[in-house]
């Protein structure tokens, strides 16, 4: 990358940290309207991508059910190793899935999911259901976190190979299609 890239993925990250920021004050009020702030795009030029429609099937909330830590190192869409520690789960009516602590500089909770609609309708590498080293994130309700489905998304490799992208381990590969979020 040249500069000039450096500063586009500051924005960019800062752009996606207000809009979060955004999403999160209208979610407990409007969860269609917040849906619909998720989808907009501001870079002039993008017709942007497709979801599927919003479904209130799909949001979830679950308090972390803990686990020993354990270092874990999850493979990537290069082939390589990002590490994690992955320290709890959530117990959805859909799976259970884990929780990871990004074990790297900036930190970070990451859930990455895999479903039965990866390879087909959704990128085969599986989706983020949240991220907040990229400030991607619903938030909390008491002690349970926001895990809307709807708001899921294909990582940065999907669209660009120079990205290396963390991909759902194997405890998070749900059975069930989960049709909300994006797709192809």
Not at 11 to 29: G, I, K, N, Q, T
Not at 148 to 172: I, M
Request: proline residues 7%; aromatic residues 14%.
């Amino acid at each position: 990358m040249n500069a000039e890239d450096y500063v586009t993925l500051l924005d960019w990250r800062r752009r996606v940290a207000d809009l979060y920021s955004d999403v999160r004050e209208r979610l407990p009020f409007d969860a269609p309207a917040a849906h619909a702030r998720w989808l907009q795009s501001e870079r002039a030029g993008f017709r942007g991508l497709p979801y599927y429609g919003y479904d209130p099937r799909f949001a979830k909330r679950a308090r972390i059910r803990p686990l020993p830590e354990e270092r874990y190192d999850v493979g990537t869409s290069t082939g390589g190793v990002i590490p994690f520690v992955r320290f709890g789960a959530v117990d959805l009516d859909v799976g259970s899935l884990e929780v990871f602590w990004l074990d790297a500089y900036s930190g970070g909770v990451f859930l990455p999911f895999r479903d039965a609609t990866a390879g087909t309708t959704t990128y085969g590498g599986g989706r983020y259901l949240l991220d907040t080293a990229k400030s991607a994130d619903l938030g909390a309700s008491g002690e349970e976190l926001v895990l809307d489905f709807n708001f899921s998304y294909h990582p940065s490799c999907r669209y660009d190979p120079k990205w290396v992208c963390p991909l759902a381990p194997l405890g998070n590969r749900l059975q069930v299609a989960i049709e909300a979020g994006e797709r192809m």
